[in-house]
């Protein structure tokens, strides 16, 4: 051991110096290669020359200023050899000794040492990367142990352990363990790897039916016709122009001209002018490409059949009324109101002759026929079937008229009922004035005489049969609607203001609210809050008469300018449907009570009878189906037909004419 | 296709022929047939006048060309044809016309006389020459029907119901000449519109616009059924009485709009039609409805046959129709009759004939029918100059109609007496 550690100290000595390049690091792996490659003699020449210095691993610069560099084994102080050899000996040795390049300065011991011819050659070695001893060959074959051939005898003969063979007990624990942690949810699975690629779709949010639509919408450049035999420089003789024919191109328009240039025959192509147009067929190209669309247009294409809704067919539904089967003759002026008693079995009609007659449905008998002293503007049947009594409005006046027909137990309570009436203590101060008929009025009939401050034009009864509204048309008075309570005789004026001149009024037939009609609106109004509710907006010129469906819900109004609106309260306050059946203006509506059926009369002399079905269902709008046209009233004086009424019971239509004639139509 | 084969038989044993099979023109129509039919009559017989016949193939009469009907009746031509053959009914011979005051809303007639009512509140007896024998004013508004209950020797009972809700049963001495209410039938709540005598005569029925039935008893009594309304002045009624008070045994109640026309078609079931569109039969003994059948419209009228145990109906429209009573189904329309243009408004089956009735309507025309022919009419009576409200067919053979423009116009119609084997 001494001896390695002393020729490593060697070798620090011999290579610190010399060779400055090589650290003293670098060099340590191979020390030992280095001891192998020298010789043993060497070796033991330099041990035997060496003075160990005992200093170890100092700076020599330390001993700088002493005499002696160091220690021997035997502490005795190694001196340092004299030198003598200054710059210029240095020099002069350096250029005149030839082994001054392998000669190395020892600090250790202040002496030069020569290196022989193997030392410089193992330092040339070690500079170039290699191996020390010169024998050794790093690439030696190298013989595999581990081969992957099966060799006859195996590398190790021992049997397997028992323990191989038993399921190990600790990994259990360990896999016990993971599988109770992945079950509490200690542990989470690994996560699957995304294999998706991992890249921008620029075009992943497009929708592929715009792309289909791009190229779909795709409109190549309008192209250029291809010459044909016109602009040939010899064309065919037909295609040239005669003199009339160039006569006539030559007035033309140049945009309606067939051809834009004239066909010249020419003898050679060397004969061919330059083209004079060139400029501007250029132009006009340009133009056709800068003015060609640029959009395709989507033109619809549907069938106008199918637009039409599906309606069903009017024969599907039956029964409406179809023909007419009785005319009810007398009148002698035209018939402006008519009103089917409350059992079917009579009819009223009131007429401008002065006259009210009383008809029998069922065979067009009058039998009775009440003179008054005006023109009958409206009748109206007390729809309470418990009392027998006819409401009549002819000038200033309306008259209440116990026609005594029908039941004779009703009419007589009727009588009974109206003379038990009691005038109360205090009597109000009222605008219409009630009086009991006598003498002949009442031998015909009339009851209760109403007098009112202006001509009335219509009268329409409440449900009930108690109330009594009448209109009086002025139009700018509040006074134009009044409400009679026929069993207190009292008159109400519900409106304070007017809003315009009312036409018709009507109440509606289950709930508390009063329609009043005027020229453009209908407003209705809720009686018992005395409050406006609605209105309704025609969107006609001017409404002449209404009809309010029995369920209430649904309202009619004829106009004057030939159309008929219907109202869906639910839906909105515009019409639902305007019907423009008639030619000119409508003077009447009605629905019927029980069958889902509508009409109006016109000037035009026809009644048109509508399929008005009205479900219960609140998601189903009506469905109104024209179902006939019914003519049979002549024209007389420009009117036709003037009203219209329903058979309470039967789906059967009444219709008064300008001709003084009342025709069921069934 | 010009021949056919045909095979003609009759069963008037007085104009039989030889029974086979002869070839004729496809194109023939009645009068070729009938020609042809009289050229082998006077073969047979040497005595033999021209008869016109008329001509059955398979139950329908022949209106057209042979060959045409067979076309439209789907017959074959291949087969021989079986044609029927009956003596022309004659035309119905019009006799009398009686003026009214007013129009006539009923009529009815037995062998000698003939009671007609009328809108001018009162009912008449007529002769059957058009002598008015008797005229009975009693009622308040305008009658409705009348009807003959009984005739025994020279008294007579009639019945007539009116507008103002009574039945007033009359008794008539024909030698006399006098006539006396004996009953007031008070109950309805509307105006009586039919009444119809039973078979037996003992009682009637009156059908209503108050929607009711009512049974009474036609056999007149000296006592005065109680009448319970308190409502009325006991006074005022008096002065209205006309006759006694009588009210009525039964009530039958179901429809639902007013009856308009009700018959008996035995002794112990009760026909009526409404105007709710249908027309019920009802167990007179319990006074349940027995069955039901459904139309379509108002129901004017109807009228039953025993003889071919059928049912006619005038409705509102212009069709007659032929009913099967004992159908259970119910609303089974065996034949519609189409040739009216207006209401049909009277019905009325041939008393002896099973094939035949007349029908009037507002059209102002009353046809005569035939059933095996319905697409047309045998005859059509176009006398009245205004609506048809009423008609009548006597057993001896007389056709009366009545109608708004207040006449009363009867016909003789002979044709079946001729026609006896039918």
Same mark, same amino acid.
């Given at each position: 051991?001494?001896?390695?550690?002393?020729?490593?100290?060697?070798?620090?000595?011999?290579?610190?110096?010399?060779?400055?390049?090589?650290?003293?690091?670098?060099?340590?792996?191979?020390?030992?290669?280095?001891?192998?490659?020298?010789?043993?003699?060497?070796?033991?020449?330099?041990?035997?020359?060496?003075?160990?210095?005992?200093?170890?691993? !100092?700076?020599?610069?330390?001993?700088? @200023?002493?005499?002696?560099?160091?220690?021997?084994?035997?502490?005795?102080?190694?001196?340092?050899?004299?030198?003598?050899?200054?710059?210029?000996?240095?020099?002069?040795?350096?250029?005149?000794?030839?082994?001054?390049?392998?000669?190395?300065?020892?600090?250790?011991?202040?002496?030069?040492?020569?290196?022989? %011819?193997?030392?410089?050659?193992? &330092?040339?070695?070690?500079?170039?990367?290699?191996?020390?001893?010169?024998?050794?060959?790093?690439?030696?074959?190298?013989? @595999?142990?581990?081969?992957?051939?099966?060799?006859?005898?195996?590398?190790?003969? /021992?049997?397997?352990?028992?323990?191989?063979?038993?399921?190990?007990?600790?990994?259990?624990?360990?896999?016990?363990?993971?599988?109770?942690?992945?079950?509490?949810?200690?542990?989470?699975?690994?996560?699957?790897?995304?294999?998706?690629?991992?890249?921008?779709?620029?075009?992943?949010?497009?929708?592929?039916?715009?792309?289909?639509?791009?190229?779909?919408?795709?409109?190549?450049?309008?192209?250029?016709?291809?010459?044909?035999? $016109?602009?040939?420089?010899?064309?065919?003789?037909?295609?040239?122009?005669?003199?009339?024919?160039?006569?006539?191109?030559?007035?033309?328009?140049?945009?309606?001209?067939?051809?834009?240039?004239?066909?010249?025959?020419?003898?050679?192509?060397?004969?061919?002018?330059?083209?004079?147009?060139?400029?501007?067929?250029?132009?006009?190209?340009?133009?056709?490409?800068?003015?060609?669309?640029?959009?395709?247009?989507?033109?619809?294409?549907?069938?106008?059949?199918?637009?039409?809704?599906?309606?069903?067919?009017?024969?599907?539904?039956?029964?409406?009324?179809?023909?007419?089967?009785?005319?009810?003759?007398?009148?002698?002026?035209?018939?402006?109101?008519?009103?089917?008693?409350?059992?079917?079995?009579?009819? &009223?009609? *009131?007429?401008? %002759?002065?006259?009210?007659?009383?008809?029998?449905?069922?065979?067009? /008998?009058?039998?009775?026929? &009440?003179?008054?002293?005006?023109?009958?503007?409206?009748?109206?049947?007390?729809?309470?079937?418990?009392?027998?009594?006819?409401?009549?409005?002819?000038?200033?006046?309306?008259?209440?008229?116990?026609?005594?027909?029908?039941?004779?137990?009703?009419?007589?309570?009727?009588?009974?009922?109206?003379?038990?009436?009691?005038?109360?203590?205090?009597?109000?101060?009222?605008?219409?004035?009630?009086? !009991?008929?006598?003498?002949?009025?009442? $031998?015909?009939?009339?009851?209760?005489?109403?007098?009112?401050?202006?001509?009335?034009?219509?009268?329409?009864?409440?449900?009930?049969?108690?109330?009594?509204?009448?209109?009086?048309? @002025?139009?700018?008075?509040?006074?134009?609607?009044?409400?009679?309570?026929?069993?207190?005789?009292?008159?109400?004026?519900?409106?304070?203001?007017?809003?315009?001149?009312?036409?018709?009024?009507?109440?509606?037939?289950?709930?508390?609210?009063?329609?009043?009609?005027?020229?453009?609106?209908?407003?209705?109004?809720?009686? !018992?809050?005395?409050?406006?509710?609605?209105?309704?907006?025609?969107?006609?010129?001017?409404?002449?008469?209404?009809?309010?469906?029995?369920?209430?819900?649904?309202?009619?109004? *004829?106009? +004057?300018?030939?159309?008929?609106?219907?109202?869906?309260?639910?839906?909105?306050?515009?019409? +639902?449907?305007?019907?423009?059946?008639?030619?000119?203006?409508?003077?009447?509506?009605? +629905?019927?009570?029980?069958?889902?059926?509508?009409?109006?009369?016109?000037?035009?002399?026809?009644?048109?009878?509508?399929? *008005?079905?009205?479900?219960?269902?609140?998601?189903?709008?009506?469905?109104?189906?024209?179902?006939?046209?019914?003519?049979?009233?002549?024209?007389?004086?420009?009117? *036709?037909?003037? @009203?219209?009424?329903?058979?309470?019971?039967?789906?059967?239509?009444?219709?008064?004419?300008?001709?003084?004639?009342?025709?069921?139509?069934? | 296709?010009?021949?056919?084969?045909? /095979?003609?038989?009759?069963?008037?044993?007085?104009?039989?022929?030889?029974?086979?099979?002869?070839?004729?023109?496809?194109?023939?129509?009645?009068?070729?047939?009938?020609?042809?039919?009289?050229?082998?009559?006077?073969?047979?017989?040497?005595?033999?006048?021209?008869? $016109?016949?008329?001509?059955?193939?398979?139950?329908?009469?022949?209106?057209?060309?042979?060959?045409?009907?067979?076309?439209?009746?789907?017959?074959?031509?291949?087969?021989?044809?079986?044609?029927?053959?009956?003596?022309?009914?004659?035309?119905?011979?019009?006799?009398?016309?009686?003026?009214?005051?007013?129009?006539?809303?009923?009529?009815?007639?037995?062998?000698?006389?003939?009671?007609?009512?009328? +809108?001018?509140?009162?009912?008449?007896?007529?002769?059957?020459?058009?002598?008015?024998?008797?005229?009975?004013?009693?009622?308040?508004?305008?009658?409705?029907?009348?009807?003959?209950?009984?005739?025994?020797?020279?008294?007579?009972?009639?019945?007539?119901?009116?507008?103002?809700?009574?039945?007033?049963?009359?008794?008539?001495?024909? $030698?006399?000449?006098?006539?006396?209410?004996?009953?007031?039938?008070?109950?309805?709540?509307?105006?009586?519109?039919?009444?119809?005598?039973?078979?037996?005569?003992?009682?009637?029925?009156?059908?209503?616009?108050?929607?009711?039935?009512?049974?009474?008893?036609?056999?007149?009594?000296?006592?005065?059924?109680?009448?319970?309304?308190?409502?009325?002045?006991?006074?005022?009624?008096?002065?209205?009485?006309?006759?006694?008070?009588?009210?009525?045994?039964?009530?039958?109640?179901?429809?639902?709009?007013?009856?308009?026309?009700?018959?008996?078609?035995?002794?112990?079931?009760?026909?009526?039609?409404?105007?709710?569109?249908?027309?019920?039969?009802?167990?007179?003994?319990?006074?349940?409805?027995?069955?039901?059948?459904?139309?379509?419209?108002?129901?004017?009228?109807?009228?039953?046959?025993?003889?071919?145990?059928?049912?006619?109906?005038?409705?509102?429209?212009?069709? &007659?129709?032929?009913?099967?009573?004992?159908?259970?189904?119910?609303?089974?329309?065996?034949?519609?009759?189409?040739?009216?243009?207006?209401?049909?408004?009277?019905?009325?089956?041939?008393?002896?004939?099973?094939?035949?009735?007349?029908?009037?309507?507002?059209?102002?025309?009353?046809?005569?029918?035939?059933?095996?022919?319905?697409?047309?009419?045998?005859?059509?009576?176009?006398?009245?100059?205004?609506?048809?409200?009423?008609?009548?067919?006597?057993?001896?053979?007389?056709?009366?109609?009545?109608?708004?423009?207040?006449?009363?116009?009867?016909?003789?119609?002979?044709?079946?007496?001729?026609?006896?084997?039918?």
């Amino acid at each position: 051991k001494p001896l390695l550690s002393i020729s490593i100290e060697i070798m620090d000595v011999e290579l610190g110096y010399s060779l400055q390049p090589v650290s003293l690091i670098a060099l340590l792996p191979h020390a030992h290669f280095l001891l192998h490659s020298l010789s043993p003699s060497s070796c033991l020449a330099m041990c035997s020359q060496d003075i160990r210095n005992t200093v170890g691993n !100092i700076p020599m610069e330390w001993y700088k @200023d002493y005499p002696h560099i160091g220690y021997d084994l035997d502490g005795k102080k190694i001196f340092k050899p004299i030198r003598t050899k200054d710059e210029l000996d240095e020099f002069l040795d350096k250029m005149e000794n030839p082994d001054y390049w392998r000669t190395v300065h020892n600090k250790m011991t202040g002496t030069d040492l020569r290196l022989s %011819d193997e030392q410089v050659d193992l &330092v040339h070695r070690l500079q170039q990367g290699k191996f020390g001893d010169v024998n050794f060959n790093e690439y030696e074959p190298a013989i @595999d142990f581990f081969s992957s051939e099966v060799m006859i005898h195996p590398v190790t003969n /021992r049997p397997e352990d028992k323990r191989s063979f038993i399921p190990s007990l600790i990994e259990k624990e360990k896999v016990g363990k993971l599988v109770h942690a992945i079950k509490m949810g200690w542990i989470k699975p690994r996560r699957p790897k995304e294999t998706a690629p991992k890249y921008y779709d620029l075009w992943a949010q497009e929708d592929l039916n715009t792309v289909l639509g791009r190229h779909k919408m795709h409109i190549p450049a309008p192209k250029m016709r291809l010459p044909g035999h $016109e602009e040939s420089y010899n064309p065919p003789p037909e295609y040239l122009l005669t003199e009339e024919e160039k006569l006539a191109w030559e007035q033309q328009d140049p945009e309606d001209r067939r051809v834009s240039f004239l066909p010249q025959k020419y003898s050679c192509l060397r004969a061919v002018p330059a083209f004079s147009r060139f400029i501007h067929e250029r132009f006009e190209r340009c133009l056709d490409l800068y003015l060609c669309p640029r959009q395709r247009k989507m033109r619809v294409n549907v069938n106008p059949e199918d637009l039409i809704p599906k309606l069903p067919k009017p024969k599907d539904l039956q029964p409406f009324p179809t023909t007419q089967s009785l005319v009810y003759r007398g009148h002698t002026s035209l018939v402006r109101s008519i009103s089917v008693s409350p059992s079917g079995q009579w009819l &009223v009609s *009131g007429s401008d %002759d002065c006259t009210v007659r009383f008809w029998e449905v069922s065979t067009a /008998r009058c039998l009775k026929t &009440v003179e008054v002293s005006g023109a009958v503007k409206s009748v109206a049947w007390s729809p309470n079937p418990a009392v027998c009594l006819v409401a009549i409005s002819y000038g200033e006046t309306i008259v209440l008229l116990n026609p005594g027909l029908g039941d004779k137990f009703i009419c007589s309570a009727t009588d009974q009922l109206i003379s038990s009436y009691e005038e109360p203590e205090e009597s109000k101060e009222q605008s219409v004035q009630w009086t !009991i008929a006598e003498g002949s009025d009442h $031998e015909h009939g009339q009851r209760l005489i109403l007098k009112h401050p202006k001509a009335v034009r219509q009268v329409t009864w409440h449900g009930k049969g108690d109330y009594l509204a009448c209109v009086m048309p @002025d139009d700018n008075s509040s006074l134009q609607v009044v409400i009679h309570q026929v069993s207190k005789r009292r008159t109400q004026n519900p409106f304070r203001k007017s809003k315009g001149m009312v036409q018709c009024v009507s109440f509606h037939p289950i709930r508390p609210y009063f329609f009043v009609a005027t020229q453009r609106y209908v407003r209705v109004y809720n009686l !018992i809050k005395q409050e406006l509710t609605k209105k309704l907006m025609a969107n006609c010129k001017w409404i002449s008469s209404m009809a309010v469906h029995p369920g209430g819900d649904n309202v009619i109004c *004829g106009s +004057y300018d030939c159309r008929l609106a219907w109202f869906d309260l639910d839906l909105s306050t515009k019409p +639902y449907k305007m019907l423009r059946h008639h030619k000119k203006a409508l003077r009447g509506v009605a +629905y019927h009570k029980h069958y889902p059926l509508f009409a109006s009369g016109s000037d035009d002399g026809s009644v048109i009878v509508c399929h *008005g079905m009205v479900y219960n269902d609140l998601l189903q709008n009506p469905l109104i189906v024209p179902v006939k046209v019914l003519k049979g009233h002549t024209i007389t004086h420009d009117l *036709g037909v003037l @009203d219209v009424a329903f058979h309470p019971s039967q789906p059967w239509v009444f219709s008064s004419g300008a001709d003084g004639t009342v025709r069921l139509f069934t | 296709m010009s021949q056919l084969q045909a /095979r003609f038989f009759t069963e008037n044993k007085k104009y039989a022929i030889d029974d086979v099979p002869f070839s004729i023109p496809a194109a023939s129509e009645v009068a070729d047939l009938s020609n042809v039919i009289n050229k082998l009559l006077e073969a047979r017989i040497a005595d033999h006048k021209h008869v $016109e016949f008329d001509f059955l193939v398979r139950g329908q009469f022949l209106r057209s060309s042979l060959a045409s009907h067979m076309d439209t009746e789907n017959i074959s031509t291949e087969e021989v044809v079986e044609i029927e053959y009956v003596q022309k009914f004659t035309a119905p011979q019009p006799e009398e016309c009686i003026m009214h005051d007013d129009w006539i809303s009923s009529v009815e007639a037995d062998s000698e006389w003939i009671l007609t009512g009328s +809108y001018d509140k009162t009912a008449r007896i007529w002769s059957l020459e058009g002598k008015a024998v008797m005229t009975m004013a009693g009622h308040t508004d305008v009658v409705k029907d009348v009807a003959w209950v009984k005739r025994d020797g020279l008294s007579s009972l009639l019945l007539t119901a009116s507008l103002d809700q009574t039945v007033l049963l009359w008794e008539w001495n024909s $030698e006399q000449n006098k006539v006396k209410a004996r009953h007031c039938c008070r109950g309805h709540a509307g105006s009586v519109d039919t009444i119809v005598v039973d078979p037996s005569r003992t009682k009637f029925c009156s059908g209503s616009w108050d929607k009711m039935l009512k049974i009474w008893s036609a056999v007149p009594t000296e006592e005065e059924d109680e009448v319970e309304e308190p409502n009325r002045p006991r006074k005022k009624q008096k002065t209205e009485q006309l006759g006694l008070t009588r009210t009525p045994l039964m009530t039958l109640s179901g429809h639902n709009e007013a009856v308009s026309a009700v018959l008996w078609t035995d002794a112990e079931e009760l026909c009526s039609a409404s105007w709710d569109h249908t027309i019920r039969l009802w167990d007179v003994e319990t006074g349940e409805q027995k069955s039901m059948l459904t139309g379509s419209k108002v129901f004017n009228c109807i009228s039953y046959s025993p003889l071919c145990r059928r049912l006619a109906s005038g409705s509102t429209d212009r069709h &007659v129709r032929l009913w099967d009573p004992r159908s259970k189904d119910g609303s089974l329309v065996l034949l519609s009759l189409t040739s009216h243009t207006g209401w049909v408004t009277a019905v009325r089956w041939s008393p002896s004939n099973q094939h035949q009735l007349v029908s009037g309507s507002f059209d102002n025309i009353v046809k005569l029918w035939d059933i095996r022919s319905c697409k047309a009419p045998l005859y059509d009576l176009a006398a009245h100059e205004d609506r048809v409200l009423c008609a009548d067919w006597t057993d001896s053979g007389l056709i009366l109609s009545g109608g708004a423009d207040n006449k009363l116009y009867t016909y003789r119609y002979s044709a079946y007496v001729s026609d006896a084997g039918a």
